[in-house]
């Protein structure tokens, strides 16, 4: 246990569905600690559980078994309006799907969720706008989602994560609708907030997503099963990838 | 890794691949007669962050190869302030060549079937758990994609440089897609 240092730990996690021989266990045992500042991905293939996790993590739904604290609070036993509450204030969350709110602009989206968590109209506007222009989309403000590329929505929805200044920002396959081209700017986005200190766990099948990450952690079946830090790597392995020495 | 000691070492490497430099320096002399330090700032811009594989005397040794074969001439050029410069000019037998490379659909060679064999002869033998030999070569190309994507990611938008980093990106992901189905097979096969 390193809840100390930890801003997400998670102890013997395990989320059942179904009794008996119906008996599903989508994660099973699986306990995690996120240092403040921390990127870490988590891989496998579809099915293997990482998107339930991801779920577990956020206090979207509730664990069979384990603990889970955030920043050492204690989530897995508190009541619905408490947990709804941390979620707002202290966790941002990216989907696949973007999950924008088609009738609202750009900026409108930015500034809902401070707005839910009870910020002063004037203060949700500015920060809202500080966001749209951290995300390179300051021109995009009054367009609707369905002006926007799907590079350009998911940038305002990581915006939308970042409204209300989260301790960790949950993604789950946040590159996952998009071409290479808009994952390349959903990259550059992520390594930006990772370089500024934003805390980080991403749930993903795409390797490229997966390699920006300070930590990888293989799924599967539930389990965690291999963990890789991606530090290092030399000039020399890159120019022999690209075929110029050998 | 005693066994390697063994074995004749490759040629020391040089940096740059002689081969691929050759037909380079002879296409890009095709459009104008140049300066070595012409073609080796051509060849640097399009690296980019890989331009110090690019040891910079072998461009000159290659040029002063292929002026020997007669893919190029060489002529001084005299300047006021400093020594001498050659120029460097395609002859015709030159052009041929480098005809001849454009028209080359050879590719570099992936090389799953070493890997492949190496799976299957482990786990006949009995010597190590395939899909352990296959998450440890996961874990060395997802280092070697992180870093590929760093420096892709530095690279500013519309960079030349960044299209080859890019290629290094696609293929280390295929390969990674492809170790996937090795460990699935594998991992079903211990099952079984």
Known sequence: MHEKTSVLSAQGLRKEYGKGAALVRAVDDVSLDVAPGESVAIVGPSGCGKSTLLYLLGGLERPSAGTLALEGRQLEQMPETGLARLRRHALGFVFQAFHLVDELTALENIELPALLAGSAPRAARERARELLDQVGLEDRAEHLPSALSGGQRQRVAIARALANAPLVVLADEPTGNLDSTATTEVLRLF?????????????????????????????????FVGETKLAGGTARGLTEMAGLEG | MPER?????????????????????????????SHGYQLRARLALALGPLAGALNEGQVYVTLSRLEKAGLLTARRVGQTDRPDRKVYELTPAGRERVDA????????????????LKLVAAAAAGLADPVGIVDRQRRELLVGLAQAQRAALAEPERSVAALLLEGVVLRLQADLRWLEACARYWNSAKER
């Open chain 1, 191 to 223: 390594g930006q907030l990772h370089a500024g200190g934003q805390t980080l766990v991403v749930v993903t099948h795409d390797e490229r997503i997966a390699a920006t990450a300070d930590r990888l952690i293989t799924m599967r079946d539930g389990r």
């Open chain 2, 5 to 33: 000691a063994t074995l004749p070492d490759r040629e020391p490497l040089q940096g740059y691949q002689l081969g691929v430099v050759r037909e380079v320096l002879l296409a890009l002399l095709a459009g104008e007669a």
């Open chain 2, 101 to 116: 490379w454009l028209h080359d659909t050879s590719w570099p060679k992936p090389a799953p079937a070493e890997f492949h």
